[in-house]
Structures are given as structure tokens and as C-alpha cells.
């Protein structure tokens, strides 16, 4: 079975600078993809970026970009300049090929502080 | 654009009631549709998913049950709720046609059992 693993049940940082939150996963598929996504108190689940297993380059969305070791697993975030919208629940997922599951792990708590 | 709507967003029922969640999607055809469900301090857990009008795949065995009598439509259902149901239910489409595209979430329904 798929498994995902946040490491860190809150962290904090100050606006303007950069955090990263950890992720890693297990599992012995070849074809899947790695998501973050961020829960703001509206609880409304929002993408914040994707990978593609098969894809060397990381990915970067304007102020987040991901760290994608595949040998070792890890899957982590970056956060540039943060900002005080970012205060959310992050939370990495994991679907594999021909499942439709999103197998999520338990969640890092970021609080942006002014 | 795609629009995913819910409701009701909040809910407070007694146990041993029905329940009926409602989502629809708007701006796309035939996507694959979700439900999801948070309990408190979860990551989400995956119920049902469709790939379309009356193709329902249970994932966890439980008091629950799903329809999808429209094409963008997807009912969450139960015919007597039990304390345990209470949590905070989330729907969400993809595009048709393949198991690993990205998931777009709607904004949630908040669910008591009392």
C-alpha cells in the first residue's frame, strides 16, 4: 500500500522569507504523481502544484517550487517569500496509475507570522 | 471555466437520521467525480469515485452510498447516520479519461452527528 509522510505537524515562519515542508512516500510504482495542496481555514482543498514521477525537473509554480528526489522518496515544498495568505494547512498526495485515489498524508500546519 | 459547488455547506443531524450531499459541477462534461472525507486532524480519505452517469466505486465499506443521476451530479447518501459520519465531505471532478489528472476540490460540507 501507498503511504505519505509529513513529518512536521506545524512550522511557522516570518512574512518574506522562505520555508520548506517535507514529504516523503512509499511506494513500488513506476507511473504516479505527487501533488501539494493547501487548506486555508475555508477548508476549501486548493492545488498548489504538481509532479509527474517521470519528469526530472522539478516543478515551480511562481513563489513554490518542489524538491523531487525519486530514489530517495522526498518530495518537499518551497515556499518564497511568503506571504501572509499562505497560512494553511498543506497537505502532500500521492495518486499512481490507473487508481483515481489520492492517498494524502496527515498535513503540516504553516502559520506565516507578520 | 469549471465550477464545483456544494451543498449544504453546514449540517447538524441527529443520529439514526438520512443524509443527502449534493455536488455538481459546472463548465465541463463527463468528468470523474470524488468524495472525500476529513475527519478532524485527517488528511482526506477517498469513499467514492465515477467515471460516469451510474458507475459508482465504493473505497471504504461503511453506512454510506453514492449516486450520480446526472452527468455532472454526484449525490453522497445514507439512509441512518451514526456518530462516526460526522466530518467534513469533500467532492471533487477530474478530467475524463484518465485516473491521475489533477483533482479540483469543491468547498466542502461541514457534517455533525449528534
Known amino acids: 500500500a501507498q503511504t505519505v509522510t509529513q513529518s512536521q505537524p506545524e512550522m511557522s515562519v516570518q512574512e518574506a522569507e522562505t520555508v520548506t515542508l517535507s514529504c516523503t512516500y512509499d511506494?513500488?510504482?513506476?507511473?504516479?504523481?505527487l501533488f501539494w495542496y493547501k487548506q486555508p481555514p475555508s477548508r476549501q482543498m486548493i492545488l498548489v502544484i504538481r509532479?509527474?514521477?517521470?519528469?526530472?525537473q522539478n516543478a515551480t509554480e511562481n513563489r513554490f517550487s518542489v524538491n523531487f528526489q525519486k530514489a530517495a522518496k522526498s518530495f518537499s515544498l518551497k515556499i518564497s517569500d511568503s506571504q501572509l495568505g499562505d497560512t494553511a494547512m498543506y497537505f502532500c498526495a500521492f495518486i499512481r496509475g490507473s487508481n483515481y485515489k489520492l492517498t494524502f498524508g496527515k498535513g503540516t500546519l504553516l502559520t506565516v507570522n507578520p | 471555466s469549471q465550477t464545483i459547488h456544494q451543498w449544504p455547506a453546514t449540517l447538524v443531524q441527529p443520529v439514526g437520521s438520512p443524509l443527502s450531499l449534493e455536488c455538481t459541477v459546472e463548465g465541463t462534461s463527463n468528468p470523474n467525480l470524488y468524495w472525500y472525507r476529513q475527519a478532524a486532524g485527517r488528511g482526506l480519505q477517498l469513499l467514492f469515485y465515477s467515471v460516469g452517469i451510474g458507475q459508482i466505486s465504493s473505497e471504504v465499506p461503511q453506512n454510506l452510498s453514492a449516486s450520480r443521476p446526472q452527468d455532472r451530479q454526484f449525490i453522497l447518501s445514507s439512509k441512518k447516520l451514526l456518530l462516526s459520519d460526522s466530518g467534513f465531505y469533500l467532492c471533487?471532478?477530474?478530467?475524463?479519461?484518465?485516473?491521475?489528472?489533477?483533482?479540483?476540490f469543491g468547498p466542502g460540507t461541514r457534517l455533525t452527528v449528534l
Open positions: 509532479q509527474e514521477a517521470y519528469k526530472q
Open positions: 471533487a471532478w477530474s478530467w475524463l479519461g484518465s485516473s491521475t489528472d489533477t483533482q479540483y
Open positions: 511506494t513500488s510504482e513506476s507511473n504516479y504523481y
